[in-house]
């Protein structure tokens, strides 16, 4: 089993749709952070988090410590959010990064 | 500022050889972080590098090394070269330790191992 497990693997959605990306890790860990990445490679930091919410745009991140649980919303999809959304943690006794394998989100218009 | 830089972008090399990426982290950054992405495997943590001293190495063999500069530039190295080594070799940087601070990425090196 992996320590970082994210789902659903690919998800499709009509634009204008709230969509939702879950990640659980299995491991202690000093943060929390989701990635995008498009085709061709490039990698954006989305948001870092350890505790709480945090919102930027139509994105929504939210962690729960206790449930060692992450979601990543994303609010009136388009077409331009189609990528690889990834979670990662940041161990917290190794402090290296374990990456779960994404999720592949295809948003049609 | 300008973002992270990895050079080169784009590389073909043969089993057995040995191949040095090279990455220009943000301006003031002190963090370099390298990461392998293979189809198989996904994002894996290489090593890290802070201030100039490898401070933590993901479990990838002593073929994998790297090092940083005083300008905070890091090079990785991949000696004796095999097929499974292909994959697109990320860097990405920051002001703390990768971990508890947010990463910018470069564009990647990716290797093609023949």
């Known amino acids: 089993k992996n320590e970082v497990e994210q789902s659903p693997q690919n998800l499709t959605a009509q634009e204008g749709e709230f969509i939702t990306i879950n990640c659980s890790y299995s491991?202690?860990?000093?943060?929390l952070h989701w990635l995008q990445q498009h085709p061709g490679g490039g990698i954006v930091s989305l948001f870092m988090?350890?505790?709480g919410k945090k919102k930027h745009g139509r994105l929504i991140a939210t962690i729960n410590i206790q449930e060692k649980h992450s979601s990543l919303h994303i609010t009136a999809s388009h077409p331009r959010d189609s990528a690889v959304y990834i979670c990662?943690?940041?161990?917290?006794?190794?402090?290296?990064?374990?990456f779960g394998a994404g999720t592949r989100l295809t948003v049609k218009p | 500022k300008a973002g992270v830089t990895q050079t080169p972008r784009y590389l073909i090399k043969t089993r057995g050889q040995q191949v040095t990426l090279s990455c220009s982290p943000i301006?003031?950054?002190?963090?370099v972080s390298w990461y392998q992405q293979t189809p198989g495997q996904g994002l894996q943590f290489l090593f890290e590098?802070?201030?100039?001293?490898?401070?933590n190495k993901g479990n990838f063999p002593g073929r994998f090394s790297g090092r940083q500069f005083s300008n905070s530039r890091s090079e990785m190295n991949v000696s004796t070269l095999e097929l499974g080594d292909s994959a697109l070799y990320l860097c990405?940087?920051?002001?703390?330790?990768?971990?508890?601070?947010?990463?910018?990425f470069g564009p990647g090196t990716r290797l093609t191992v023949l």
């Open positions: 990405a940087s920051s002001l703390q330790r990768g971990t508890t601070d947010t990463q910018y």
């Open positions: 491991v202690g860990i000093s943060a």
């Open positions: 988090l350890s505790s």
């Open positions: 990662a943690g940041g161990h917290v006794n190794n402090n290296d990064m374990r």
């Open positions: 301006s003031g950054h002190r963090s």
């Open positions: 590098y802070f201030s100039e001293t490898q401070r």
